[in-house]
């Protein structure tokens, strides 16, 4: 295999690690928060699209974990909480083989006593029934369709209607790239092959003709950089759209191959209370470090194969992207408290109290999905030495009611 092979393939790889990482961290934080008051301590997670479980990478010729394994591994660690949640888990997978390689993997978790279940079939049909199963619990829905995903009329405002009683959101892998694709099809001449089957199939998944209308200019799928602008237009528009039918909050987060890419996908969580955009974004700034780490660790590759093409006088390229990797976290940290610091103090301006379930778009602003917990206390630290915020009241501080500024501190 040769290092451009490898390049290709880690690239490749980096989407997954950031829609991985914040599976991971985000479900463990939903079944642990919703849990503690849920019938039994139980909590309901429903993957649409499971696949096989697990994957062979074509890098390491080792074994990833797929959605249903991070899920249940998630399952496993909860049931030896000090409290207990039980995370229960039901896998969809339509394709033959990859349902027997899920199922396969199911049935040994549930010999360790894990509640854990892979159904066979299309999610369509089988996506309601499997909510009514969780009718009285918290439920987290992980959709993953590779393209388009299930009718509209039958999807996330669907799920996120059911009664008020138990948390419910919902966490879509929505497929820019295939909205890319699909533009160029409606200049075709009728009745070219597959042009209405794939057109038709555009309009269920996204609730009608409308996206159409952002694709009428030919102009906009000359090349795959023009047709990315109305696609993300698409995007947006079917966020604000589900947001308005279904009552919720969305928090979206772009997946790339390289930050220099477009995004090919966008994975949006739609939440019905606002506080859970604080804990997302915990997850969501977690991966992005996962995510960072290995953009680096193809820089250095990058850096290798210059080298070795082309060697420069005394320090190696290699070397000095070594050495900016090693200064990347520092810095991330510094950058990101002195964002929450400056959006701290502009927003205290106009308000005596600041709370993270009203406000954390204020807080947070540029720094949404790099800056997590961990910045913010450092924010608040340094204010507080400022005389600007009162101090925090402990590790178990309610991060519901975070800022209020000192008495008599004057931001004019």
Same mark, same amino acid.
């Given at each position: 295999?040769?290092?451009?092979?490898?390049?290709?393939?880690?690239?490749?790889?980096?989407?997954? !690690?950031?829609?991985?990482?914040?599976?991971?961290?985000? +479900?463990?934080?939903?079944?642990?928060? !919703?849990?503690?008051?849920?019938?039994?301590?139980?909590?309901?997670?429903?993957?649409?699209?499971?696949?096989?479980?697990?994957?062979?990478?074509?890098?390491?010729?080792?074994?990833?974990?797929?959605?249903?394994?991070?899920?249940?591994?998630?399952?496993?660690?909860?049931?030896?909480?000090?409290?207990?949640? /039980?995370?229960?888990?039901?896998? /969809?997978?339509?394709?033959?083989?990859?349902?027997? =390689?899920?199922?396969?993997?199911?049935?040994?978790?549930?010999?360790?006593?894990?509640?854990?279940?892979?159904?066979?079939?299309?999610?369509?049909?089988?996506?309601?029934?499997?909510?009514?199963?969780?009718?009285?619990?918290? +439920?987290?829905?992980?959709?993953?369709?590779?393209?388009? @995903?299930?009718?509209? @009329?039958?999807?996330?405002?669907?799920?996120?209607?059911?009664?008020?009683?138990?948390?419910?959101?919902?966490?879509?892998?929505?497929?820019?790239?295939?909205?890319?694709?699909?533009?160029?099809?409606?200049?075709?001449?009728?009745?070219?092959?597959?042009?209405?089957?794939?057109?038709?199939?555009?309009?269920?998944?996204?609730?009608?003709?409308?996206?159409?209308?952002?694709?009428?200019?030919?102009?906009?799928?000359?090349?795959?950089?023009?047709?990315?602008?109305?696609?993300?237009? /698409?995007?947006?528009?079917?966020?604000?759209?589900?947001?308005?039918?279904?009552?919720?909050?969305?928090?979206?987060?772009?997946?790339?191959?390289?930050?220099?890419?477009?995004?090919?996908?966008?994975?949006? +969580?739609?939440?019905?209370?606002?506080?859970?955009?604080?804990?997302?974004?915990?997850?969501? @700034? =977690?991966?992005?470090?996962?995510?960072?780490?290995?953009?680096?660790?193809?820089?250095?590759?990058?850096?290798?194969?210059?080298?070795?093409?082309?060697?420069?006088?005394?320090?190696?390229?290699?070397?000095?992207?070594?050495?900016?990797?090693?200064?990347?976290?520092?810095?991330?940290?510094?950058?990101?408290?002195?964002?929450?610091?400056?959006?701290?103090?502009?927003?205290?301006r106009t308000r005596p109290v600041l709370t993270m379930e009203?406000?954390?778009? +204020?807080?947070?602003?540029?720094?949404?999905?790099?800056a997590r917990g961990t910045h913010l206390t450092k924010a608040?630290?340094?204010?507080?030495?400022?005389?600007?915020?009162?101090?925090?009241?402990?590790? =178990?501080?309610?991060?519901?009611?975070?800022?209020?500024?000192?008495?008599?501190? @004057?931001?004019?």
């Amino acid at each position: 295999m040769t290092r451009t092979d490898d390049f290709f393939k880690r690239s490749k790889a980096a989407q997954a !690690t950031l829609k991985h990482a914040i599976l991971r961290s985000y +479900l463990a934080t939903f079944a642990t928060a !919703t849990g503690t008051r849920s019938p039994g301590h139980r909590v309901g997670y429903i993957d649409g699209y499971a696949g096989p479980g697990e994957y062979i990478n074509d890098l390491t010729d080792s074994r990833d974990e797929g959605s249903p394994i991070i899920a249940m591994n998630v399952a496993r660690h909860q049931s030896t909480l000090k409290e207990p949640r /039980i995370l229960e888990c039901i896998f /969809i997978e339509r394709g033959r083989e990859h349902y027997e =390689s899920l199922s396969a993997l199911v049935a040994q978790a549930r010999e360790e006593g894990l509640p854990v279940e892979a159904q066979k079939g299309d999610v369509t049909k089988l996506l309601a029934p499997a909510v009514q199963r969780f009718q009285s619990l918290p +439920l987290l829905v992980f959709l993953d369709p590779f393209g388009a @995903s299930l009718p509209h @009329s039958a999807s996330i405002p669907a799920v996120l209607g059911r009664s008020s009683d138990q948390p419910t959101e919902v966490l879509l892998n929505f497929s820019v790239e295939t909205l890319r694709r699909a533009g160029s099809r409606i200049h075709e001449e009728p009745g070219a092959p597959g042009r209405e089957g794939t057109l038709s199939t555009m309009d269920n998944w996204l609730g009608g003709v409308w996206w159409r209308e952002h694709f009428s200019d030919p102009a906009t799928v000359q090349d795959a950089e023009t047709a990315y602008e109305p696609a993300e237009r /698409i995007t947006d528009e079917y966020a604000r759209m589900v947001c308005r039918e279904s009552r919720t909050n969305v928090f979206p987060v772009d997946i790339r191959r390289a930050a220099s890419h477009k995004p090919l996908f966008r994975l949006m +969580l739609f939440h019905p209370k606002p506080l859970a955009a604080f804990k997302f974004n915990n997850a969501v @700034s =977690s991966g992005n470090e996962k995510w960072r780490s290995l953009m680096w660790e193809m820089d250095v590759e990058l850096a290798q194969r210059e080298d070795a093409r082309n060697p420069q006088p005394g320090i190696s390229r290699e070397e000095e992207t070594r050495m900016a990797m090693a200064a990347d976290p520092a810095q991330v940290m510094d950058d990101n408290v002195e964002i929450l610091k400056d959006n701290i103090r502009t927003a205290l301006r106009t308000r005596p109290v600041l709370t993270m379930e009203h406000d954390f778009g +204020l807080i947070f602003g540029a720094a949404t999905g790099s800056a997590r917990g961990t910045h913010l206390t450092k924010a608040w630290d340094a204010l507080t030495e400022e005389g600007v915020t009162q101090p925090r009241k402990g590790s =178990s501080y309610d991060w519901a009611k975070i800022w209020s500024a000192q008495a008599g501190v @004057s931001f004019s």
